[in-house]
């Protein structure tokens, strides 16, 4: 297991992510910071960046902000 920061920015006009650091990423989504919709897409980002399937990607903590820990299952 490994722990992932992420930084999101929600309502973007266009997607991105960005390394910062090792275990660090800022990442911005198209989808509205409602109902799960940017966390759901994140961990879709996150899953295609790391090579890992989206199952093994569980959001920890920063369920309603925009700094969030994810718990990557390799």
Not at 22 to 44: C, F, H, W
């Amino acid at each position: 297991m490994t722990y992932v920061r992420v930084q999101v920015k929600p309502d973007s006009r266009k997607e991105s992510l960005i390394q910062t650091d090792e275990k660090t990423y800022s990442i911005s989504v198209k989808e509205p910071a409602k109902q799960g919709l940017a966390n759901d897409r994140v961990k879709e980002l996150l899953a295609r960046e790391l090579g890992v399937k989206i199952q093994k990607i569980r959001l920890i903590s920063g369920h309603r902000s925009p700094r969030k820990i994810f718990d990557i299952d390799y």
